[in-house]
């Protein structure tokens, strides 16, 4: 009997077949309140899915990094070396006692962590003197169903209360807040509008009348003196 890999039967869970929309959401309270209430409705949930797009990248700054931040950061990482340290020398000296060899592991870990966080902010050499977390958020919640029970799952999602009502509410136009993008202005401000020539009708031509011609003398007619 061929055993299936965990990594492979943890993937496929997150397999559906011919993925369709039910609803997007904006958080993910939204969605997981559509997922109760189909729940509740008896629909098979097994079927569904919330995903999250539209992805930022969020930073969350902490504070200023002093020298006292760098050194406690620095013995907080000593700590866990220490406990590393002294699990490794009871290893490969079962005879030894573990109590005994705890304070001269954690003393020499504390070392190692102190030396590594103090080398590690020297060579930053200031461009970074703050502490941060760093967290992935998304900023739409979509919730996936199966071709084959997408149509239910609408169904029932139009039967929520309040869901009626918030189908015939007017849309509101959604302001970013200050200082997120670059919202742009249609025309620019300050920017002149595009100046076209205008037209100039084509110039009649100018008629030159003809020149005058003189009566012809009559060669029969004499002049006399």
Excluded: C
């Amino acid at each position: 009997m061929t055993q299936i890999p965990t990594s492979s039967r943890m993937s496929s869970l997150f397999q559906l077949d011919y993925p369709q929309t039910v609803g997007v959401y904006d958080t993910y309270d939204e969605a997981q309140k559509i997922i109760d209430f189909l729940a509740d409705s008896k629909f098979p949930v097994e079927n569904l899915a919330i995903v999250g797009t539209e992805l930022r990248s969020v930073e969350r700054v902490l504070g200023r990094r002093t020298w006292r931040t760098v050194l406690g950061g620095g013995l907080q990482n000593g700590v866990t070396t220490g406990l590393l340290v002294a699990m490794l020398m009871w290893f490969l000296q079962p005879e030894a006692n573990i109590l005994l060899l705890l304070p001269y592991a954690l003393g020499m870990g504390l070392l190692i962590g102190m030396i590594i966080a103090v080398f590690a902010h020297l060579m930053t050499r200031g461009r970074r003197d703050f502490t941060s977390v760093t967290q992935t958020v998304a900023t739409k919640y979509e919730i996936l169903a199966e071709h084959k029970v997408v149509a239910k799952a609408r169904e029932l999602v139009t039967t929520m209360p309040g869901a009626r009502a918030a189908m015939f509410a007017p849309v509101q136009a959604q302001t970013p807040p200050p200082g997120y993008g670059y919202p742009q202005q249609y025309p620019p401000v300050g920017y002149p509008p595009p100046q076209y020539p205008t037209a100039v009708p084509p110039a009649a031509p100018e008629v030159v009348p003809p020149a005058s011609a003189s009566a012809p003398e009559d060669p029969a007619d004499p002049k006399t003196p």
